[in-house]
């Protein structure tokens, strides 16, 4: 195959391309269970070209949809740069959609063919005609297609050009069913190039994959950018293996949310809390050296912190060779930033969303700013509509929403992408989000709450695991709050089961303590004026949050409606 003559504008033709110039070196690897498998380059191009191949021989036309339903695994990647091999767009569907929405995006989409991993996520696409990644795709994978098929795949590779589709991605939405965004080729490449007109990702790199694939964070920048510069990847088994994988791996760079590096910051502040008084206090002196030099203070002994503590910290947390964390998908909090930095991790936060083929600003190592998403990436625009909206006009910017005029008209304006989310810029381009325009919450009283800015004060402290706020057309604020059970246990030497803790005097009197302090750099009108105690936190098996982890709030009221209610029926001076 020719690849000079694919468009350099379509994301078929970056990857078949990189494959071509990187052929021996190490695309991805995965774990079989028993040891890292490598998967080259150049055979990669292979698998793609082998799906592409079977794909036409199953009638899929150009432009047709094929879904896609499985877990991060190698065959994922294959099937989606495949599925784009032969002409068609890939409908990725998150493993913990449930049937009901699985149904509306294969109706709105309009697909014609589903993969999935396993016969069990398969039945979530009935009556949709599906082939297994362990069943038929597993074959294919194994077989060359026919001399015919294969230059009809290079006929549809020729043909295909910077705006036409290639993919469609459903926003998993805090609200309601998702919504089918469209995006071009150019979508991605563009924005890509934007990326790295920013970051200095070469081939030398190295990144471990944890989030979703088929969420544009970690698709388009974990994934698309590093490939097309020839960096490779390792695919991370999930949660439970992923301190060890960091070891293993030892990444240059990685992306994820934060709730992951919260869990990072609460696993070191336990077992600091377990050390004697004289390691606390070490530990204490060198991360406000760490924190001194992060804020461009004189911070004399921190050669000195970095040989006791803070150099071999790191190696643990991230391998020893991290160049940064980028994170997104979600506001992480200004401490949880603080502390990475002043351990001498660069942690930079980026902001987008899907409708934007995910970033539209970051962080970098050159320009950084605590409390931001940085600035636009290059090609990027940004401007506030009077009531603070974000509006970003880019290269990655949707199509519109398929089938859904009414929403494209509401979200698309004059090129630029309504965001939904409030912010700020100030004088050096540099934007903080305020909050989301739709989660703004108005008191009975009249008063604007941003939920994330007090839930984030609240989760500051060590004893709250979780915190949502309450209080939309409701006549003061009030709050769920699950605590961080283990850090109940050693602090306050309460032990037992976590219901009967919820319940405990001592725990809500501890709760009781912290919200008070919380409240003190509140306005009066987003103080906590009450409080319930949920003894387990929120899951995403469960509806309450997003496959990104965001919290779907609508969900979260409905479903503890009696116990929310309870905090505003019951008389103020006897609620605690």
Known sequence: MDTSRLSDRTTIGLILRRAERSASLTCLKYHDGSSWQEVTWDHMRTLILRVAGHL????????????????????WLACDWGIQAAGAVTVPIYPSTTATVAASIIANSEAVLGIAESPELAANLAPLRTLLIDGEIATWLKEDASEVEMEQVTQRLERLGPDDLVTIVYTSGTTGLPKG???AHRNLVDIAH???SEFDISARDTALSYLPFSHVLERINGIFVGATV?????????????????QECRPTLMISVPRFYEKVHQAVMARVRKETRFRRALF????????????????????????????ALRERLTGGRLRFFLTGGAPISPDIEEFFWALGVSILQGWGMTETSSGATSNTLAHHRYGTVGRPLGGVELRLDADGEILVKSPGNMLGYFHDLESTAATLEDGWVRTGDVG???????LRI????KDLIKTAGGKYVAPQAVESELQQDPLIERAIVIGDLRPYVTALVVPDWEAVRHELGIDGDETDMAADGRVRAALQSRIDRANGTLGQWETVKRFAVLAHDLQEENGELTPTLKVKRRVVQERYETVINDLYDAPREATV
């Open 230 to 246: 020839g960096a490779s990847v390792w695919l991370s088994r999930g949660s439970d293996h992923l301190m060890e994988e960091i």
């Open 284 to 311: 204490n002196w060198a991360m406000g050296q760490g924190r001194k030099h992060a804020r461009g203070q004189s911070a004399p002994l921190l050669p000195l912190a970095e040989r006791l503590v803070l150099s």
């Open 181 to 183: 965004v469209m995006l």
């Open 424 to 430: 700020e810029i100030d004088g050096d381009g540099y």
């Open 56 to 75: 036409v021989r199953e009638g899929v036309e150009p432009g047709q949809r094929v879904v896609l339903l499985c877990h991060n695994r190698y065959e």
């Open 194 to 196: 934007g990326c790295l």
């Open 434 to 437: 305020t909050d989301r325009k």
